[in-house]
């Protein structure tokens, strides 16, 4: 998402006793406490104020930093946090924003993050970035989706993005849907239902299809946007 011209603090609110989401500039981080640990998901733009200060305001557990892809608007503050974990295919795009290749930690599909009392679990799911994840809290029914999943329209234009891999990856989150209920998506309202996996499908479908109209978007930029029944892109 493009940064706003004018900066706000850092704003963390609570959604559980365990968790908080971090409001950053119109992206936002989600912080996951257990009981030996906690999951920082995503860094931000970077610019706001120390997201480690707001972050230990919150827990005093250690923390695990885990980037769902590498676009700007979240790795903003990855300098803060000893180690970053990622999937290896965000690697280029990672060191090309970032202007330098730093020693990061794999994740793959299936690993799981435990955290004492809380687990997440690593699903691999390609198309807005090559190497975008998602986390699965299957005991809370909660899905982590990053920037694949959103009411608002989805980043699909550029050299990295691909429409035929995120329909495969919505496909593969749709047979797992009874595993959550709800979704916790990085930009827009928050949460949202499970079905927005469908949404996004289906409307992924009709854009590959040509049954779209496209629309001017919110911004200056080379793509049209494409909205369908609550999901849409940016293409």
């Excluded at 120390?50 to 827990?59: E, I, N, P, Y």
């Excluded at 709800?182 to 040509?210: D, R």
Aim: proline share 8%.
């Amino acid at each position: 998402m493009p940064e706003t011209s004018t900066q706000q603090p850092l704003e963390a609110i609570k959604v559980s006793d365990s968790v908080y989401r971090i409001e950053d500039n119109g992206v936002r981080c989600l912080l996951f406490a257990g009981t030996r640990r906690a999951l920082l998901v995503d860094a931000g733009f970077g610019g706001s104020g120390s997201l480690k200060a707001v972050v230990g305001s919150l827990t005093d557990k250690p923390v695990t930093l885990v980037l769902t892809h590498a676009d700007p608007d979240h790795i903003g503050n990855h300098k803060e946090f000893s180690t970053v974990h990622m999937h290896p295919s965000e690697m280029p795009s990672f060191i090309k924003n970032t202007g330098a290749e730093e020693e990061t930690n794999p994740l793959w599909e299936g690993d799981v993050v435990d955290l004492g009392g809380r687990k997440l679990e690593v699903i691999l799911i390609p198309g807005h970035t090559p190497g975008s994840i998602a986390l699965l809290d299957r005991e809370n029914h909660i899905l982590v989706a990053g920037d694949s999943i959103s009411s608002g329209p989805v980043f699909m234009f550029g050299d990295e993005r691909n429409i035929y891999a995120y329909i495969a990856s919505m496909e593969k989150l749709l047979a797992i849907s009874d595993a959550f209920d709800l979704i916790y998506p990085s930009h827009g309202p928050f949460p949202l239902q499970a079905v927005q996996v469908e949404k996004a499908l289906t409307a992924a479908k009709k854009l590959l299809a040509g049954e779209l109209t496209p629309q001017k978007p919110p911004f200056p930029i080379p793509a049209k946007m494409y909205m369908f029944d609550g999901a849409g892109f940016l293409y």
